[in-house]
């Protein structure tokens, strides 16, 4: 169908507050990553799915976060306790096959999240 | 462990100008390399994809070399418009599946 869809576009979240964000890959694409981008940076790898396997979450920057792709299509990601330093935004993306080499990864609008 | 610098951090041409953007990586050893446009409160755009097998693509007038000899890319933007303002990135995907990135080029083109 369409590109990848992320909700909410913006968040804001008080410290301490547990947070969700949502992915709706492309349809039919079997691969799915998350990254965090901080203020004037490159995004970084998070996590990587291949269908509602979790084949690596060497990313993920503290137990706090957790993500799941429990049917191999709609992801989550998950904060919990939010700090201040978790502010920036989160991009998810999908591709056919993350991994065959040549794939092209394509990126949702990203969201948004500020914790104050 | 792979590392992608992008120079310069930011750079104001007026407008018409031709422009080079630069990209570095420090292992050779990459299936692609992307050029991305990110503009302000908004979501990455996939402007080229260059595969390793490749020298260059095109676009528009948009133009992206790769030598992966020397761990190089750049990006060379023709005839620039205000529109072309916005932060350009680049990243690069190695043996596994992730896209490492640079920290971007900061366009501004004046009217």
């Known amino acids: 169908g369409a590109g990848v869809s992320q909700s909410p576009r913006y968040k804001v979240a008080k410290r301490g507050q547990d947070v969700a964000l949502r992915c709706d890959p492309i349809s039919g694409h079997v691969s799915l990553f998350w990254y965090q981008q901080a203020l004037g940076q490159g995004p970084e790898f998070l996590t990587y799915f291949q269908n509602e396997a979790q084949l690596d979450k060497s990313g993920l920057p503290s137990d706090r976060f957790f993500a799941e792709r429990p049917e191999g299509s709609v992801s989550t990601l998950k904060i919990q306790r939010t700090q201040q330093e978790d502010s920036a935004v989160y991009l998810c993306a999908s591709s056919l096959d993350g991994a065959a080499p040549y794939n092209e990864q394509f990126f949702g609008p990203g969201t948004r999240l500020t914790v104050l | 462990k792979q590392e992608v610098t992008q120079i310069p951090a930011a750079l104001s041409v007026p407008e018409g100008e031709n422009l080079v953007l630069n990209c570095s990586f420090t292992?050779?050893?990459?299936?692609?390399l992307q050029w991305f446009r990110q503009d302000p409160g908004k979501g990455l755009t996939s402007l080229l994809l260059?595969?390793?097998s490749q020298r260059e693509q095109t676009s528009g007038r948009l133009n992206a070399s790769l030598d992966k000899s020397s761990g190089r890319s750049t990006l060379y933007i023709a005839a620039s418009q205000p529109g072309d303002s916005a932060t350009y990135l680049c990243?690069?995907?190695?043996?596994?599946?992730?896209?490492?990135w640079g920290a971007g080029t900061k366009l501004i083109i004046k009217p």
């Open positions: 292992d050779s050893a990459i299936y692609n």
């Open positions: 990243a690069v995907r190695g043996s596994n599946y992730q896209l490492i």
């Open positions: 260059i595969q390793s």
